[in-house]
């Protein structure tokens, strides 16, 4: 692996951490979403958005939907179905409450980065559609916080669909880093009827690609992909369509790498 490249402050903040005179910075739980449908010609398709070059984390990485958890994600008032925060306080080894803002986080995050909406009427049902003005400035409103997600399903009649979510990983930042998330990965199929949209802010470009596509433009240089969104796609690229995914196994093993430096040069290894 070619080495990792900082700047001179970023580097500094590695070696005081790794020398111990600075203490790692606290990691956020965060949820992304692997969200795919079955490919035109067999297999699948997965969802990438491309991290705008700005932005101060993973800039002009593609990525899958995914974000921080928001305090109010663990609002008991949010309308659900599906396995309960117990159980995917199980799945994850986290409490309670952390697997219920990791849930909510998910579906928040998915519809505010590819509109689409993990949710439906009632236990049995999603979400048809959700183009046209009037969800375009909902998920504005979540965006900027001014509306909770709480409050977004009771205005709409909806419920969490958390049957429509997988537990997939579990990947924390490396200790050595300056933005340090403690992020749980899911799957999810693209609801019948929805499409995604091409929905601007922090990516400047979205698109549906096989996944040993994607990994075959990684290793050529073409785009960047970071090593949990990686390793994501090398298991789903293992998969011949959508029910060999939902119908494998998964135990979920927290992955935390470090950074190391060999003759002045950074390095990622597995922990």
Do not use: N
Not at 6 to 16: G, M, N, V
Not at 78 to 98: H, I, L, Q, Y
Not at 219 to 235: A, V
């Amino acid at each position: 692996m070619a080495g990792l490249r900082f700047s001179r402050e970023h580097a500094e903040h590695i070696r005081d951490v790794l020398s111990g005179r600075v203490a790692p910075v606290r990691a956020r739980d965060a949820a992304t979403v692997a969200l795919f449908r079955a490919g035109r010609a067999g297999g699948i398709e997965v969802y990438l958005l491309r991290r705008k070059a700005t932005m101060a984390f993973a800039a002009g990485a593609y990525v899958f939907p995914g974000g921080s958890v928001d305090p109010r994600d663990t609002d008991q008032a949010v309308a659900w179905a599906g396995p309960s925060p117990a159980e995917w306080a199980r799945a994850f080894r986290a409490d309670e409450a952390v697997a219920r803002g990791l849930v909510c986080a998910a579906v928040r995050e998915t519809f505010e980065e590819s509109g689409v909406l993990l949710a439906g009427p009632g236990p049995d049902s999603v979400v048809a559609d959700t183009r046209g003005d009037d969800w375009e400035a909902d998920r504005l409103a979540l965006i900027d916080r001014s509306l909770g997600f709480a409050d977004f399903l009771a205005k709409r009649g909806l419920v969490l669909r958390s049957d429509l979510l997988k537990p997939w990983a579990h990947w924390i930042t490396p200790e050595a880093e300056t933005r340090r998330f403690d992020t749980r990965f899911f799957v999810a199929v693209l609801p019948e009827g929805q499409r995604t949209r091409d929905v601007g802010g922090e990516a400047d470009q979205v698109e549906w690609r096989r996944p040993a596509e994607a990994l075959a433009m990684a290793d050529r240089g073409e785009i960047f992909l970071m090593p949990p969104t990686y390793r994501t796609l090398s298991d789903l690229a293992r998969h011949d369509g959508v029910e060999s995914v939902l119908g494998e196994r998964r135990e979920i093993v927290t992955v935390l790498p470090r950074v190391v430096e060999v003759d002045g040069e950074f390095r990622l290894e597995s922990a």
